[in-house]
């Protein structure tokens, strides 16, 4: 089945500096790549998502990059601010239906200091 | 906005018992799923359930477990007898249609908390 890697485990930057969490995962038929966000006591939220049809997507600071060659896809978070701090999810499925059930990997908690 | 939402928020139970697991999912959404994260580790997905009936389990969703949409609105977890190892958060999430690549909602999750 699918597995899905994710790296680093914890990630610490500066206000307004830049950050990168990386992901592989293990099966080619998976397309659809979507990212969480999770606040201390709250659900996984998702904040960007990427198709395998799309090399790059961006949302104003948050953007994603599939490389389906290399099997891996990473999320950049530009100017950071403290409301960034949380844990970061990727996560990979081969889609709705009978196979939308998304494997997530480990997480990333991400601090942002002021 | 509409949301995803779970009740209890947290439920603690001695092992061996029965416990049940509240979701109302997104009132147009069609399409549910359980997944549990247990303290510090990753989310793993445990079931989805569309036109009342299971679509895919994984390994964890053993015979323990069972899911159920008794009325419209609510979607039910139960564990039967439970274990010490089943402490976890579980989420309910709902996606809107069967269709590719729609967008899952999660709720804020129930601590379980077996003793």
């Known amino acids: 089945g699918e597995n899905v890697e994710q790296h680093p485990s914890t990630l610490s930057v500066q206000e307004g500096d830049s950050a990168v969490i990386k992901c592989t995962y293990s099966?080619?038929?998976?397309?659809?790549f979507p990212w969480y966000k999770q606040e201390l006591g709250k659900g996984p939220q998702l904040i960007i998502d990427?198709?395998?049809?799309?090399g790059e997507k961006k949302d104003q600071r948050i953007a994603v990059t599939l490389n389906k060659t290399a099997k891996h896809f990473s999320l950049h978070i530009t100017e950071t601010q403290p409301e960034d701090s949380a844990v970061y999810f990727c996560?990979?499925?081969?889609?709705?239906?009978?196979?939308?059930?998304?494997?997530f990997g480990k997480g990333t908690k991400l601090s942002v200091k002021p | 906005e509409p949301e995803v939402t779970q009740t209890p928020s947290h439920q603690v139970t001695q092992m061996g018992q029965e416990v049940i697991l509240r979701c109302v999912p997104i009132?147009?959404?069609?399409?549910f799923y359980w997944y549990r994260q247990i303290l510090g580790q990753k989310v793993e997905f445990l079931v989805s359930?569309?036109?009342?009936?299971?679509?895919?389990k994984s390994e964890i969703f053993d015979d323990q477990f069972s899911v159920e949409r008794p009325d419209g609105s609510n979607f039910t977890l139960k564990i039967r007898s439970t274990k010490l190892e089943d402490s976890a958060m579980y989420f309910c999430?709902?996606?809107?249609?069967?269709?590719?690549?729609?967008?899952?909602?999660f709720g804020q999750g129930t601590r379980l908390t077996v003793v």
């Open positions: 999430a709902s996606s809107e249609s069967p269709a590719r690549n729609t967008e899952a909602f």
């Open positions: 099966d080619s038929a998976s397309n659809y």
């Open positions: 990427i198709r395998s049809n799309v």
């Open positions: 996560a990979a499925s081969m889609g709705g239906g009978s196979q939308g059930n998304l494997i």
């Open positions: 009132s147009n959404h069609l399409y």
């Open positions: 359930f569309y036109n009342n009936e299971i679509s895919e």
